[in-house]
């Protein structure tokens, strides 16, 4: 229960100290050394916030103005960034610096953390995964996994991440099974 004697301030404060503790929590073991730079520059909540204004217009930009809307839309009156998009945002950064590994394990400690992925999410890392298939194999059946999953929670994948998993699956396994995920897309 909120004391009656704090200020408005104080709860945004408070959601502003969260995220941030979200975004430190989940760059904290960064290895690459210019991810690790890009990182610090965002090491306060406006700088994050400015950063995730950046994602959302590049996004709406090309061409996916409703999944910018669903990953951005504030966790309160209060126009904080939510944890979905904090995650995102790292698992996104790790995706374009070709660190597959990295952005896997910040899926995973946010689906610990009790938060579900938006579908802009699911279309990061499963792009990532597919694209990143050759380094290691494993990445086409976890792209696979999430590209499901994303179906079977009514959450229609950008036609990007379909093509790519697509080809991934047609080259690793073989046409017939990339044309069963086709179907499902189809759906």
Request: proline share 3%; charged share 25%.
């Amino acid at each position: 229960m909120e004391d009656s004697t704090s200020s408005p301030n104080s709860t945004s404060d408070d959601l502003k100290k969260h995220v941030m503790k979200v975004f430190k929590d989940s760059t904290h073991d960064c290895e690459d050394i210019f991810l690790k730079k890009q990182f610090e520059m965002l090491c306060d909540y406006d700088s994050l916030n400015n950063y995730a204004i950046l994602v959302f217009d590049s996004m709406a930009n090309s061409g996916m103005p409703d999944e910018a809307k669903e990953l951005f839309k504030p966790r309160s009156e209060l126009a904080v960034l939510p944890d979905v998009a904090v995650f995102t945002i790292v698992i996104r950064c790790y995706a374009y610096a070709g660190r597959t590994k990295a952005a896997l394990k910040v899926y995973h400690s946010m689906l610990a953390s009790a938060v579900a992925p938006a579908s802009v999410t699911y279309s990061i890392l499963i792009t990532a995964l597919a694209k990143d298939s050759s380094s290691d194999v494993t990445f086409v059946g976890y792209a696979k996994k999430y590209f499901l999953e994303m179906l079977d929670k009514g959450m229609k994948p950008h036609s990007a991440s379909y093509t790519t998993v697509f080809d991934a699956i047609a080259c690793r396994e073989s046409v017939e099974k990339a044309r069963e995920l086709q179907l499902m897309w189809l759906k």
